[in-house]
């Protein structure tokens, strides 16, 4: 299995050079088609306490965003000249929008980690992505090497959305070198949970899959920060998850993991909702 097409957001107004360097490595892996995405919005959002104000830019504004759209297009395309095929998509309105409709092109979205500058109007939310999209969903943190794909980490929860998790992260899996198993839970289900991690490593050895081990450990605090132990001590450079949220009144709400993924995780993270 592979990936045919792979989708990155490329920021308007901040660097995300690291990112589309993790982009246009993995679609030279894959021999995939690589679509830049950009979206500035012509009016930004600027967040009053609980009131959202909208403010009309002027002429001169617009012409900005586009000339601006349009130079990021231009590099791009340079960039990614090496690939099979690259292709850019921009247009003047928000960007989690934009992406969110494009996204139907590709097998993966890229983008950044979760930030709390909302008022930028290149403005993307990886967990709306996620939640969304209908497709995984690839987060980058801002400081990141290209994926050497030397370790991965699964982290396994019986749910579907880690089960959807795996399954799209096939291709990953089978690139890597070695991928580890990780399950974390309470004492009284350790049998249970081991069990379930025998079956997905059996699973993913029917798919050529190296599986190097199965790690279950007792929560000893918050989940979030015994998965990254793993990840560091193992020297992982992706963790594959299941991304648990939904809307409530207008609010994106997420599970603590998935919320700590897409924000604070050291390594790149592929979810899948």
């Known amino acids: 299995m592979s990936f045919a097409t792979l989708m990155i957001h490329v920021d308007a107004e901040r660097d995300c050079e690291q990112r589309v360097q993790l982009g246009l490595a993995l679609a030279d892996r894959f021999r995939a088609t690589l679509i830049g995405v950009a979206g500035v919005a012509p009016r930004?959002?600027?967040?009053?306490?609980?009131?959202?104000?909208?403010?009309?830019?002027?002429?001169?504004?617009?012409?900005?965003?586009?000339?601006?759209?349009?130079?990021?297009?231009?590099?791009?395309?340079?960039?990614?000249?090496?690939?099979?095929?690259?292709?850019w998509r921009s247009a003047l309105e928000y960007a989690d929008e934009l992406v969110c409709r494009e996204a139907r092109a590709a097998d993966l979205v890229i983008v950044g980690a979760r930030h709390t500058d909302h008022g930028r109007r290149d403005f993307v939310d990886p967990g709306v992505i996620l939640l969304r999209a209908g497709r995984p969903v690839l987060v980058v943190p801002d400081i990141v090497a290209p994926l050497s794909l030397r370790r991965v980490v699964v982290a396994w929860k019986d749910t579907r959305e880690c089960r959807r998790a795996v399954r799209d992260a096939l291709p990953f899996l089978q690139a890597a070198k070695q991928v580890l198993l990780v399950s974390i839970g309470e004492e009284d289900s350790k049998s249970t949970e081991k069990r379930n991690l025998a079956d997905v490593g059996a699973y993913l050895v029917r798919h050529r899959i190296i599986v190097a081990d199965q790690i279950w450990r007792r929560a000893r605090g918050p989940t979030t920060t015994e998965l990254i132990d793993v990840v560091r001590e193992e020297k992982a450079d992706l963790?594959?998850?299941?991304?648990?949220?939904?809307?409530?009144?207008?609010?994106?709400?997420?599970?603590?993991?998935?919320?700590?993924?897409?924000?604070?995780?050291?390594?790149?993270?592929?979810l899948s909702h």
């Open 44 to 87: 930004p959002r600027l967040s009053g306490g609980p009131v959202v104000v909208y403010s009309e830019p002027t002429a001169g504004e617009l012409r900005d965003a586009t000339a601006r759209l349009e130079q990021l297009g231009e590099k791009f395309r340079v960039q990614g000249q090496s690939l099979e095929r690259v292709e």
């Open 239 to 270: 963790i594959i998850a299941g991304g648990y949220g939904h809307s409530r009144l207008g609010e994106w709400i997420f599970g603590g993991v998935t919320h700590q993924l897409l924000g604070s995780s050291p390594v790149s993270c592929m």
